[in-house]
Structure formats: C-alpha cells, structure tokens
C-alpha cells in the first residue's frame, strides 16, 4: 500500500510551484522571514523588518548553529534564505544548500574554477540570486552557473569573459524579471569591463553594457583618441546593483580605469569608471550616470551597493540614491535623473575640496600620484570599500563601515599592458598601519586609521555618531526595525549597536574576521541573526 | 550487484569477432568486478563511456581491444599507456588494482547480452517515450524538465551501462543505488513523509519530500519511525512497453551526458 500511495503523491510532484518568483523578490520587504537577493531586497538597504530581537533583549542572543566551510578563503558571501533553506558559497565557487534552522547541509554543489582564474585581492565569492527554482553562481573564472536548487544539479553553465584575459567575476548575481545581470571584474589586470544579462532559462545573453564606451559611443571621447587605453581600461564591477521597478532602471557602481595609479596614458575622464549607472534593466542602455571620481589614479572604485530610499528631500518627495563612496564622500543623487544633490566628506579628504554645481569634484592641485609618491587621504582602501551600509527608514541614518583617518602614499610608476598581466602602474603604500592581519594589533597609534561605523544624516551629511574600533573593518551593516544595528571587524567580533545613537548592546567573540554582510530571517516564530567570519558561518538567536 | 562469478572464457567467443582473440586466463569474483567496477568508473569512464564503447576502433565494454589480448597484456596496458595515443599510462592504479579493471572489463562483455538482444534503438523515439507513455517526468528530472522524487537522470548516459538501465527498466528492484533510496519517516505528531535521503547525521535527517519536492529537516528524536523503503517506487517496465521502446528508451538515456558541469 505504501508503494500505491507513494506512487500517486510522486505523480501529483510534476505541478508544482516554482519556489521565488519575480513577483516575490520584487516584493521581498513584505516577507521579511525570507532573504531573497543579496542585498535582502531590490533598494539595497540591508534594513528588515523583523522586530523580535531588540535592543532590549539583544543580551540574551546565542548560539544557535556554526557551518564551517571547506575554504581557507575570505567568506564574503551573504546568503540566500527561503523557506528554510539557506543557501550560500564557500570559495571560491561551491554552492552549499543549509537548513536555516539547524546548519545542517542539505547538498553540495562543488565547482572547480579553470587554472587560469586570476582574481585580484581573493578567491572569493558574495553570493547568489535565486529565481524560480534556480539558483545563480558567477564564478572567478568568468561563468555564470545556473543550478537547481532543490536538487544542487547544475543547469547551465556560461562563459562571461575570458580569464586568461584576466576577467573574473566575484559579485552576487541581480536577478530582475526573466534575467539574470552579473558584471565582471579584472580591473588590475587591464579588462574592458561589462554587465550583461542573461536569460535565466537558458543561459544565453539577452545585453551587454561595456563600461567603457567604444568608438562613436557617447562617453568615448573620454579616453584619448591618440592610443587604445579604452580597451585596456579597467572600470570592474565587484558588487551586486540595485533595481527601481518603477523606473525600470537597474543601478550599478563601477570600478576604478586601470592603469590604477597611473593615468598619463588614459587623459580624460575615463568614463564610466568611478562611476554610478542607471541601464534600463530590459536593454542595458544607458539612461544617465554620475562619475564620482574622474580621471581617478587612487583605485578609488565604485564598488558600493547603490542604496535607494524615497523620502522628502528639501520639501518634496524624491526619489534617492545614497551612496558612500570609496574616494570619502557621502553622495546624495536624484536616482530617476542621476541629478547631484549632496556631496559631503565622511572621513578625512585630501584629493578634493568641494563640488561645483553639477557635481564634478574640485580637485586640490598636486594631489595626484607621483615618482617619489603623494600622501593621499583616503588611501587606497577608501573610506570604504565593498562591504554594504545601510539605510535604516526607522531612524533615517545611514551606516557606513568606515576606514578613519587614514591615508596611503601613492607611487606612479610606469607599466605596459601585457594580456592577463597585472595592470598597476604603481604602488600605494600605507602609511597607517592599517591591514593588520596578525592576532596582535600593537603598532598602531590611536586615532590612527581606525575603522569605525559612522551613522550619517543624508539630509546634510553630518555625522550622527561613530562607533570606533581599534583596527579597520571589512564588514558590512545589517539595520532592523527594532533599531538595531549589527557588523564586525577584523578583531573577530560580531555585535549589535543600538542604530539611533551607536552604544554597544552586545557582542560576541567569533574568533575570526568578519568579511561579510550580515542577514536576518525567521523561521518557526523564530528570528535569527546570520554572520560569516573567518572561515565559518554562524547564527544567533535569543535564548 | 553482481551475484555470480563470471567465467571469462565463456563470452569471449561470442563477443570478440572481429577484433583480436582475447584469451582470457582467470576467473573472476564478484568482489573483484564489483572493485573494478568502481576503479573503472573513477578512471576510465569519462573517456570510454559506461559502456566502454566512446572510443572509435576499441568498444572494451564488449571485449575489443586492439592491442592487448590476455589479461596481463590488459593490465600492463592500461599502467604504461599506448604511446602516441589519448590513451595515457596510468601509473597511479596498482597492479592489482588494474587487475580488478580487467576483470570488470571481462565481464562487462558477458553481461551486455541483455541489450545486445534488442532491436536498435533510436533516441528521439526514446524521448517520446520517457515524456509520454512512459510516464518518467512523474518521478525523474531531466535538465530542468520533471519531478525530483526520483534520481535525475540528466547525466544517466555518463553514469550507467545500457544494460544497467535496461536491468533497472525491467527490474527495478534488482539494485537501487544507496544515494537513490527512499526513506519513510512519521513524526511524533503522525505524519507521515517519504522522500529522498540527502544527508543524515546522529541527530537529524535531511531529506527531499517525495510529495512537494522540498527540502525537510528533521531531529531524530522528534520521529516515531525513519526507515529506508525496501522497494522501488518504479514500476516494471517489463510488460508495459515493447521491447522496441524499451530500446529507445534506453538509446535515449544513454544519450543524456549533461551539459553543465
């Protein structure tokens, strides 16, 4: 009888729902049990609703599961959680399916990267996209994998860019309607980047955007006409964008033009490097952009998480974009028009002094790399990096994982482009003793390029408060309704801040670097807070 | 499973036309075929096929080899190569390792009569049958086409021998691979679920609900029963289709290498 009943139940499993559909990451702020894409929702806030745990009870967190990963690799990737399932990458590239309430490990997918993947600064990974059924992996030899995420079978398997040519990619893939949009990185070694799209059924590409112009292109008279520095000329993506169905536009930083220090052979601006871009998310075209940084020669990427908030804005409704850059401002733009709002420093700024009118930076004379090197604040890391803010609606700040008061000396030097070779022209070398990677920390002096998360008003662009640590971060910003905030370090804690005003409400000793983004979901009535740090992932809940 | 020793020498006169005599010197156990089997498909099977037969001019799944006729000209074979050829030595498997191929080999021929006997098929008609009369999308999942109640079948022709499959077509409960079982579990609160085991430690159980294809996990100590099912859920194709289908079938299976790594 068992064998009739099986039999009937396996017939009636052939008509069954897809599990995230298009509708449900669009409306992913409704299900807030879930953590649908890599940034949790389409605006790139890293803010959830789930109000269980607060900043009253966040002393009784514990915890709940560790899944240690087979990889000595930096852990960056943020998961994926629905229904219970939570998905996410050991690096470089194996998929991992967990159950969210236990960290027991459902399957595998292990993908071994070609030999000649070469990414620059980590065999890392940050995450997936799910759509349907069907999870989506781009890999640091420049593929993107598509595969079943019930079962861990691979569906299809693209080649995005060559890595002999030393394209990777390392980003979470964005996934928007029947498409999947990943961008490649490689800017070290002398790429001419891209997003594209690719159909989530079958793998083939739908667009492309090159993020730098070609010849008759509008932005091409960027690059000197006199040599091919456009073909060479970097300008990676290394985070994931962010999508406003109401404008159909998708939102996406841009890496730094390469050579990274040295720019005597790329005059000009170098768009779309240092840039944001707004592409219609059907055709990849370009409706605007705003360069941060032009002509940038301090590796000053825009590789931030675009975060997008609607709020009033000097007495009317606007549509915005918040962006904390690595060149040190905080920006605050018009995201239907890429019209420049506010540009304000949030760490300490010695490159430029200001803006005029449409935006441009005014750049401080002498403040360029040179032989015997310049010292530059930001240093080469930025005032931060591709670790995500976020934007809390609840106390209307926002967060930024900040690197302090710290600078670098560039070096120029020359360089020749050779395929797949690395693409430099120069060496910035610190001069804050930043980067500490040993267990002790006891060279460098206080208020010395300390790492720190600063809450500030995007209305002005004041800082609201900081909370400081003794050595730099690497990790991203988790905000919830309750008010909470939680990040870490590369001193090996995992805490929670109260978001309105920073003190610390609880911390906990993970023992390893937290190089990654928080994420919050719920299960059986039950919130749980998710980090990745050092080579493990561990959950908490309240007792 | 292989239940009985193969006498070697049995088949060779049956299979070995047209390609060089093959003497055959020893007869073989099941243990050291069931070895070879393994050795074979973690070494050979990703250039001869299961079916040993992907390699122009040496079908070795039915005993044609074209350089090597005895058993220990087989074994020195497959340890030393075949110069100027994509056939590379393969130093790391031991003699005695070799020697369980050559075994497996040597009965690979003596159990492909089963298929043998078929009329040709043809993978298109196959097709037709595993998506229709057949009834296969109920239980298996070919690329993303299908139920994932049962194994995916997406890679089955990189896996499993056409006699494998026409054995588990017409008798599927002849061997079920352990990775393919199906667990029956009750709650303490009495429900029931059977599905595919995906993982399971001393504690808690993961598996694939049979019914809505989601991935479950459960703690043990919550279960009144968790046991395997004896049986395969899959009906004896055996008088449902005509042995000219089941050949299609099978071609078509056989075709299915994957696309994705």
């Known amino acids: 009888m068992i064998r009739r009943t099986i039999l009937l139940t396996l017939i009636t499993a052939a008509s069954l729902q897809a599990q995230v559909s298009y509708e449900r990451i669009l409306r992913a702020g409704q299900e807030p049990q879930n953590w649908l894409t890599y940034s949790g929702n389409y605006n790139g806030q890293r803010y959830s609703s789930l109000v269980q745990i607060t900043p009253e009870n966040v002393k009784n967190l514990e915890l709940q599961w560790i899944f240690q990963a087979r990889s000595l690799e930096k852990f960056e990737a943020t998961p994926i959680m629905t229904d219970g399932i939570m998905y996410t990458v050991e690096a470089p590239n194996n998929i991992v399916a967990l159950d969210a309430a236990t960290g027991r490990v459902f399957w595998t997918y292990n993908y071994t990267p070609a030999q000649a993947a070469r990414p620059c600064c980590g065999r890392v990974n940050r995450g997936l996209a799910i759509l349907g059924d069907t999870l989506f992996m781009a890999t640091i030899d420049a593929r993107l994998i598509a595969v079943d995420a019930k079962s861990g079978r691979p569906l299809w398997n693209v080649a995005v860019a060559k890595p002999e040519s030393g394209y990777a990619m390392t980003v979470a893939p964005l996934v928007v309607k029947d498409?999947?949009?990943?961008?490649?990185?490689?800017?070290?070694?002398?790429?001419?980047?891209?997003?594209?799209?690719?159909?989530?059924?079958?793998?083939?590409?739908?667009?492309?955007?090159?993020?730098?112009?070609?010849?008759?292109?509008?932005?091409?008279?960027?690059?000197?006409?006199?040599?091919?520095?456009?073909?060479?000329?970097?300008?990676?993506?290394?985070?994931?964008?962010?999508?406003?169905?109401?404008?159909?536009?998708?939102?996406?930083?841009?890496?730094?033009?390469?050579?990274?220090?040295?720019?005597?052979?790329?005059?000009?601006?170098?768009?779309?490097?240092?840039?944001?871009?707004?592409?219609?998310?059907?055709?990849?075209?370009?409706?605007?952009?705003?360069?941060?940084s032009p002509h940038d020669e301090f590796d000053y990427d825009s590789t931030q998480v675009p975060v997008l908030v609607d709020t009033q804005w000097q007495g009317s409704q606007r549509k915005l974009m918040l962006w904390a850059n690595r060149n040190g401002f905080f920006y605050v733009l018009d995201r239907a028009t890429g019209q420049f709002l506010l540009g304000k420093p949030f760490v300490e700024v010695n490159w430029a002094s200001g803006f005029d009118e449409k935006g441009r930076p005014q750049r401080i004379p002498g403040m360029t790399p040179s032989a015997q090197g310049t010292l530059i604040l930001p240093g080469n890391q930025g005032g931060t990096n591709w670790y995500n803010p976020s934007y809390s609606p609840k106390t209307g700040l926002f967060y930024i994982p900040t690197w302090a008061n710290y600078s670098s000396l560039y070096v120029k030097q020359p360089v020749e482009y050779q395929e797949g070779r690395n693409f430099g022209g120069g060496t910035p070398r610190p001069t804050t003793p930043t980067g500490i990677r040993t267990t002790v920390n006891n060279y460098a002096k206080e208020d010395e390029g300390y790492g720190a998360i600063r809450a500030v008003d995007p209305h002005t662009g004041q800082m609201k408060w900081q909370f400081k640590m003794t050595d730099v971060t690497d990790a991203g910003v988790l905000t919830t309704a309750s008010n909470l905030l939680f990040s870490g370090g590369r001193e090996g804690y995992f805490y929670a801040l109260d978001a309105r005003d920073g003190k610390l409400l609880w911390k906990f000793p993970v023992g390893g670097r937290v190089i990654s983004g928080p994420m919050t979901y719920s299960l059986g009535g039950k919130q749980y807070v998710e980090v990745a740090a050092g080579n493990s992932l561990f959950v908490f809940a309240l007792k | 499973m292989w239940a009985i020793a193969i006498r070697s020498c049995l088949f060779i006169s049956m299979l070995a036309a047209g390609a060089a005599p093959v003497i055959a010197q020893h007869e073989y156990t099941s243990s050291e075929i069931e070895a070879g089997r393994q050795q074979y498909a973690a070494n050979c099977t990703r250039c001869h096929?299961?079916?040993?037969?992907?390699?122009?001019?040496?079908?070795?799944?039915?005993?044609?080899?074209?350089?090597?006729?005895?058993?220990?000209?087989?074994?020195?074979?497959?340890?030393?190569?075949?110069?100027?050829?994509?056939?590379?030595?393969?130093?790391?498997?031991?003699?005695?390792?070799?020697?369980?191929?050559?075994?497996?080999?040597?009965?690979?021929a003596a159990t492909a009569a089963a298929v043998a006997a078929l009329p040709t098929g043809d993978a298109a008609r196959g097709k037709a049958v595993f998506e229709s009369k057949g009834g296969c999308t109920n239980c298996h999942r070919?690329?993303?086409?299908?139920?994932?109640?049962?194994?995916?079948?997406?890679?089955?022709?990189?896996?499993?021998?056409?006699?494998?499959?026409?054995?588990?077509?017409?008798?599927?409960?002849?061997?079920?691979?352990?990775?393919?079982?199906?667990?029956?579990?009750?709650?303490?609160?009495?429900?029931?679920?059977?599905?595919?085991?995906?993982?399971?430690?001393?504690?808690?159980?993961?598996?694939?609900?049979?019914?809505?294809?989601?991935?479950?996990?459960?703690?043990?100590?919550?279960?009144?029963?968790?046991?395997?099912?004896?049986?395969?859920?899959?009906?004896?194709?055996?008088?449902?289709?005509?042995?000219?289908?089941?050949?299609?079938?099978?071609?078509?299976?056989?075709?299915?290498?994957?696309?994705?790594?």
């Open chain 1, 179 to 292: 498409k999947v949009i990943v961008g490649t990185a490689g800017g070290e070694y002398g790429i001419r980047g891209f997003i594209a799209a690719y159909d989530a059924k079958t793998g083939k590409e739908a667009w492309r955007f090159y993020t730098i112009p070609g010849p008759g292109e509008p932005g091409h008279e960027t690059w000197p006409a006199s040599n091919n520095a456009w073909e060479h000329g970097g300008a990676s993506v290394w985070v994931t964008g962010s999508y406003d169905p109401d404008l159909n536009l998708t939102y996406w930083g841009i890496g730094n033009p390469g050579p990274d220090w040295n720019g005597d052979d790329r005059g000009g601006d170098n768009l779309y490097s240092c840039s944001v871009v707004a592409l219609d998310a059907d055709t990849g075209k370009l409706k605007w952009h705003y360069q941060f």
């Open chain 2, 49 to 108: 096929g299961p079916d040993g037969d992907n390699v122009a001019n040496a079908d070795i799944g039915h005993g044609k080899f074209r350089r090597a006729s005895t058993d220990e000209e087989l074994v020195q074979l497959i340890r030393n190569g075949v110069p100027n050829t994509a056939m590379a030595g393969m130093n790391n498997i031991s003699e005695p390792n070799a020697k369980t191929i050559v075994a497996y080999l040597r009965s690979m």
């Open chain 2, 142 to 261: 070919i690329g993303d086409v299908g139920s994932r109640a049962g194994p995916d079948l997406s890679q089955i022709g990189a896996q499993r021998r056409s006699v494998e499959l026409h054995r588990s077509l017409i008798e599927p409960d002849a061997e079920i691979v352990p990775a393919n079982r199906l667990i029956k579990i009750v709650t303490r609160d009495g429900a029931t679920i059977t599905g595919r085991l995906l993982n399971q430690d001393s504690f808690t159980v993961q598996l694939l609900d049979a019914k809505d294809e989601k991935l479950k996990s459960f703690s043990k100590s919550n279960l009144r029963e968790f046991a395997f099912v004896d049986k395969s859920t899959m009906p004896s194709y055996k008088d449902k289709l005509s042995t000219q289908e089941l050949s299609d079938l099978i071609s078509y299976l056989s075709s299915l290498k994957g696309q994705a790594q």
